[in-house]
Nanobody, 121 residues
Framework: QVQLVESGGGLVQPGGSLRLSCAASGSIFSIYTMGWYRQAPGKQRELVAG???????NYVSSVKGRFTISRDNAKNTVYLQMNNLKPEDTAVYYC???????????????WGQGTQVTVSS
């Protein structure tokens, strides 16, 4: 009974900024890696940014220096600050989290519903 709810998408001009949020709720024992994926029409879904529970991060090369992933463990929330947005960033962005729901259970992936980010003049 885990749910990931995303917010913050929208339409922005090139060079603008957006901040995406994803909050996990429900039966949660521990959250490990959290990340953001995106999928543009006709393209495969790709990992944009990931962050481990200890704070280590990784980014796809095309967003390095422009995007910053962070998390608030007390709120079970992951953020993606997107600056200097480009038309090539247009896609549906999906939140992902690796979660253990109980002490004796396995770790499983959960996905948000997706939020549209459109960068256009």
């Amino acid at each position: 009974q885990v749910q990931l709810v995303e917010s913050g998408g929208g339409l922005v001009q090139p060079g603008g900024s957006l901040r995406l949020s994803c909050a996990a709720s429900g039966s949660i024992f521990s959250i490990y890696t959290m990340g953001w994926y995106r999928q543009a029409p006709g393209k495969q879904r790709e990992l944009v940014a990931g962050i481990a529970s200890g704070g280590n991060t990784n980014y796809v090369s095309s967003v390095k220096g422009r995007f910053t992933i962070s998390r608030d463990n007390a709120k079970n929330t992951v953020y993606l600050q997107m600056n200097n947005l480009k038309p090539e960033d247009t896609a549906v962005y999906y939140c992902n989290a690796d979660i253990r729901t109980r002490l004796t259970g396995p770790r499983n992936d959960y996905w948000g519903q997706g939020t549209q980010v459109t960068v256009s003049s």
